[in-house]
T-cell receptor
Framework: KAGVTQTPRYLIKTRGQQVTLSCSPISGHRSVSWYQQTPGQGLQFLFE???????NKGNFPGRFSGRQFSNSRSEMNVSTLELGDSALYLCASSLVSGVNYEQYFGPGTRLTVT | AQSVTQLDSQVPVFEEAPVELRCNYSSSVSVYLFWYVQYPNQGLQLLLK??????LVKGINGFEAEFNKSQTSFHLRKPSVHISDTAEYFCAVTTGYSTLTFGKGTMLLVSP
């Protein structure tokens, strides 16, 4: 079974631009969560989608948004990029929304903002 | 709200030696606990999890962890490490659903 895939793997953007990252969960998984990983702040939860609905949201500004499609694929968008948005963005999928179900992580998208 | 503290940012150890990576958590309600490993340029892989039941949890790659409620700890151990265990290890906690709170991570450096 294919794992979680994230595209693109690497991205360089300029301050002020916007960016869209994509995540394809494991087949059959309906929950997708997004995390931001930086050396200073570590891993921080962005949001979770389940059946096209946002179930949980972390403490990030409104510039960070996401959505989930009917096939469970998810995208996250960051508008008006800032230098501090440079990070590894990780996507994780699970069968359903619930802690008893293991989250499977993708390899991440490395975003660099210059 | 819950929080996680990983007391060591780096742990150097020689190959075949035992290792313990420390994790303490804070929460006012019952928690579920996880250890993840991250190899360079990769995502996170689940090593083991504590949901309920036996406080000694065995995971993949020979790792185990013990949940200690009175000390609010969930330390990760391995009796004999290999070079291939060099990676960053994250402790995580949740009180339910899919929102995980991660510690800052501990870099395990195994040398020959």
């Amino acid at each position: 079974k294919a794992g979680v895939t994230q595209t693109p793997r690497y991205l360089i953007k300029t301050r002020g631009q916007q960016v869209t990252l994509s995540c394809s969960p494991i087949s059959g998984h309906r929950s997708v969560s997004w995390y931001q990983q930086t050396p200073g702040q570590g891993l921080q939860f962005l949001f979770e989608y389940f059946s096209e609905t946002q179930r949980n949201k972390g403490n990030f500004p409104g510039r960070f948004s996401g959505r989930q499609f009917s096939n469970s694929r998810s995208e996250m968008n960051v508008s008006t990029l800032e230098l501090g948005d440079s990070a590894l963005y990780l996507c994780a999928s699970s069968l359903v929304s619930g802690v008893n179900y293991e989250q499977y992580f993708g390899p991440g998208t490395r975003l660099t903002v210059t | 709200a819950q929080s996680v503290t990983q007391l060591d940012s780096q742990v150097p150890v020689f190959e075949e030696a035992p290792v313990e990576l420390r994790c303490n958590y804070s929460s006012s309600v019952s928690v579920y606990l996880f250890w993840y490993v991250q190899y360079p340029n990769q995502g996170l892989q689940l090593l083991l999890k504590y949901l309920s039941g036996s406080t000694l949890v065995k995971g993949i790659n020979g790792f185990e962890a013990e949940f200690n409620k009175s000390q609010t700890s969930f330390h990760l151990r391995k009796p004999s490490v290999h070079i291939s265990d060099t990676a960053e290890y994250f402790c995580a906690v949740t009180t339910g659903y899919s929102t995980l709170t991660f510690g800052k991570g501990t870099m395990l450096l195994v040398s020959p």
